[in-house]
């Protein structure tokens, strides 16, 4: 625990400017972020008596080691910083929300020829005309079904589309009027595109207009004695106004508005948004966090406005936030959603009506969220504390283990031997400090030695940042090491460029390492921690035959009861590791197996090859061609041509196939080897021998 006094800022040194601040603790790690009009006056305010602080505004001083900050000229852009770098650093004291799940959304891809309905999920991409979030996806499913009667959009897969164009025969959408069928020339790609518009104009709450065209064509049909269109027209209104029940009406003046109520006690907060389209609710979400600062009511609100609008421009910041308290000060966060928007956005509490009454409906399901939340978390927060009390208790640790690191080795009968590390805090799974490992000390199979090297030049680089007081060593040097990619694929390359506290680094240690395996594997690791000089940090074994925890130095293992809820919190830290462990392993054998002689020409792309092997038809027939020849495919220019033509006379021709039944030589073309994948599991090209014997 530090004495703040001990990293306070002489007097006179801090600027009496806004700007934006950052807590460090002893690792360099950012733990908080704030934002001041007046900085000086603002941390002046967390260097007073600590008898005067609120608890938790307390621990975060007592756990920082160092505050820095940067002067800005306007507090809206002071607002910005602050959220770009609580976004970087995620920083464990600030309120962050974070949603209970991933919201689906009805998504139209306006960016393609032929835009198409679909349902997404993730991430926002440019170019795509989003609507909601739904509760549940099969609500947008039932919508776009009602919708597709009179707006007949594509709503098929790329690969559907292509094959439907291929044969010349639309799906079965096509044939019972759900989709206008482009992809067999019924309709051109303008008129594609402009019944898409409609389609996104309905939804976006432009109703009316459809309803009385459609209205007009019927009476029009009738008149004719159409009777057939003028019944078919009515089918079509009736689907739309179905589609619209579905959305009541709750603002009766067609308004575009976002509503934000909170639900709060002294530890946490649960907040709700309903997103009002043309006077109709087209969507919901909700979250839930921790108080981890001392915050009011307004601040949540503003946080909840980072977090909704961070990542947002132009029609999908509306032009009125309803909020139950305004940010103090509230006119900078209102300039900058009128920014984001790029017109004026009215932020404000509702007073009275209709819009006050539906914010007392927001704030009732804000207040059931987080009563079902707690509901919930009790019982899961007890459990994980009882099971690391169990842990610590078993392994006569001085305190519980709050952040678990565990190594698993993979392997194929001595091939593509690899090694992963997952990393649990306070019971919970850190999927963003997952790292996964080449073994590259040597060749085989040797299980001990290969954690040996693992631990060690994980704990290795932990000293090497410990020395440097949070500098990283070069992107080169990390990429050599074989360290390379995050979980969930991401690089890692990013995250190492950074030397200011950027949460996921091996620079943070853990109280437990656990390792999958017995005795020898133990004795591994508590080696390897030996060697340098490490001596704080608990090692214990998992083996998976009898479930024993292994300790260093101790010739029986200690059995835990089959209740325990600190072995099943062991077992969840191990069967994560192996999955890790097991799924890069299999990634890097079947790209081994997919691998082919164009994968070792230099600059040459998946783009490329594949256009290579499109024009040629088969490696072979590539193999024989001229330089002239290849330089006919499109991209391909003279040098990069005679470069192939090195790399495939370099490379042996595969062995031929041969008809195991009569033992004939199949002289067949060479298989497409540019890392096509035929869509079976690589398993399915091993022999049955070698089927299930991964490590």
């Not at 507090?75 to 600030?94: C, T």
Request: charged fraction near 30%; glycine fraction near 8%.
């Amino acid at each position: 625990m530090a004495d703040p006094s001990s990293y306070r800022p002489r007097p006179g040194e801090i600027p009496d400017s806004p700007g934006v601040y950052r807590f460090r603790d002893e690792h360099r790690r950012v733990i908080y972020v704030g934002k001041a009009k007046s900085l000086r006056q603002r941390l002046a305010n967390y260097f007073q008596d600590l008898a005067n602080l609120h608890p938790r505004t307390r621990t975060m001083v007592t756990t920082a080691a160092s505050v820095e900050w940067t002067v800005v000229s306007t507090e809206v852009e002071a607002l910005q910083l602050e959220y770009s770098w609580i976004k970087e650093y995620d920083p464990r004291f600030n309120v962050k929300y974070r949603d209970d799940k991933s919201y689906p959304y009805l998504a139209v891809t306006m960016n393609e020829q032929f835009p198409r309905v679909q349902v997404m999920r993730g991430h926002k991409k440019k170019g795509v005309r989003y609507f909601g979030p739904y509760g549940h996806a099969w609500a947008i499913r039932d919508t776009v079904d009602l919708l597709l009667r009179v707006f007949p959009v594509r709503t098929c897969s790329a690969g559907v589309f292509k094959n439907a164009g291929r044969t010349g025969r639309p799906c079965l959408l096509g044939y019972i009027g759900k989709c206008s069928a482009p992809c067999v020339g019924r309709i051109t790609p303008e008129e594609h595109g402009e019944l898409a518009e409609e389609f996104c104009d309905f939804m976006a709450g432009r109703t009316g207009t459809y309803l009385r065209r459609l209205e007009k064509q019927m009476m029009e049909a009738a008149e004719e004695m159409e009777y057939e269109r003028a019944a078919r027209l009515r089918d079509d209104i009736e689907a739309l106004k179905k589609a619209m029940e579905k959305n009541a009406v709750v603002l009766a003046d067609a308004t575009d508005a976002d509503l934000i109520a909170v639900a709060e006690d002294e530890l946490e907060a649960a907040v709700q948004i309903f997103h009002v389209r043309g006077g109709r609710v087209r969507g919901q979400r909700g979250w839930v966090t921790d108080k981890v600062e001392e915050v009011t009511t307004g601040a949540l609100v503003e946080h909840a406005l980072q977090q909704l609008y961070g990542e947002e421009s132009g029609d999908a910041v509306p032009k009125e936030v309803l909020v139950p308290a305004l940010p103090e000060p509230a006119v900078p966060v209102q300039e900058w959603l009128t920014g984001r928007r790029g017109a004026n956005v009215s932020l404000r509490i509702p007073q009275r009506g209709d819009k006050k009454a539906l914010m007392e409906t927001v704030e009732r399901n804000a207040q059931q969220a987080l009563a079902l939340h707690k509901t919930k978390r009790a019982s899961d927060l007890t459990t994980r504390s009882r099971a690391l009390e169990e842990i610590a208790e078993a392994l006569d640790l001085d305190s519980a283990p709050l952040r678990i690191e565990c190594y698993d080795i993979s392997h194929l009968q001595g091939d593509d031997v690899v090694a992963s590390m997952v990393v649990f805090e306070d019971g919970l799974q850190r999927k963003g400090e997952y790292r996964r490992f080449q073994i590259k000390g040597f060749a085989g199979q040797d299980d001990v030695r290969s954690m040996h090297e693992v631990i060690s030049r994980r704990f290795r680089r932990y000293l090497a940042e410990k020395e440097r007081t949070g500098e990283w060593a070069d992107g080169e040097e990390v990429a050599a090491d074989g360290e390379g990619v995050l979980a969930d694929g991401d690089p890692l390359a990013g995250s190492l460029k950074d030397d200011d506290g950027r949460p996921r680094k091996f620079a943070y240690p853990p109280q437990l390492v656990v390792v999958d395996g017995g005795r020898p594997q133990v004795a591994a690791a508590r080696r390897a921690l030996d060697e340098l000089g490490i001596d704080d940090i608990a090692v214990c074994g998992l083996a998976k035959r009898l479930e024993e925890v292994w300790l260093p130095a101790e010739d029986d293992p200690v059995v835990l009861p089959r209740t325990s809820e600190g072995l099943y919190l062991l077992q969840r830290v191990r069967d994560e590791a192996h999955r890790f462990a097991i799924t890069y392993q299999r990634t890097k054998r079947a790209k081994r197996l997919r691998s082919g002689p164009l994968d070792d020409v230099p600059g040459l792309g998946e783009s490329r090859k594949q256009a290579l092997i499109k024009h040629f038809g088969s490696v072979k027939k590539l193999r024989s061609a001229t330089i002239e020849q290849i330089q006919q495919v499109p991209g391909i220019g003279r040098k990069t041509a005679e470069t192939i033509a090195a790399a495939l006379a370099r490379a042996a021709p595969a062995a031929p196939a041969v008809n195991t039944a009569t033992g004939e030589i199949i002289d067949d073309e060479e298989p497409d080897t540019t890392g096509g994948s035929s869509g079976e599991p690589v398993s399915a090209g091993l022999p049955d021998e070698r089927r299930g014997q991964e490590r």
